[in-house]
């Protein structure tokens, strides 16, 4: 999930650069939300990984 918030900056920053506010406006959008899903997935996982002897 981590590699698509990546992908989707890096369409974002070439977006933005070759002046495509529209769809780097999306891109960006899309990989916060990616990015945040991931950060409250792996802080799952921690919790729950740890619990085990």
């Not at 918030?5 to 650069?17: E, M, Q, T």
Request: hydrophobic content about 70%.
């Amino acid at each position: 999930m981590l590699r698509y918030a990546l992908i989707f900056l890096v369409v974002a920053i070439i977006a933005g650069f070759l002046g495509f506010g529209g769809i780097a406006g999306t891109a960006t959008g899309i990989a916060k939300i990616l990015f945040f899903v991931f950060l409250v997935l792996f802080v799952i996982s921690l919790i729950t990984g740890r619990k085990r002897i």
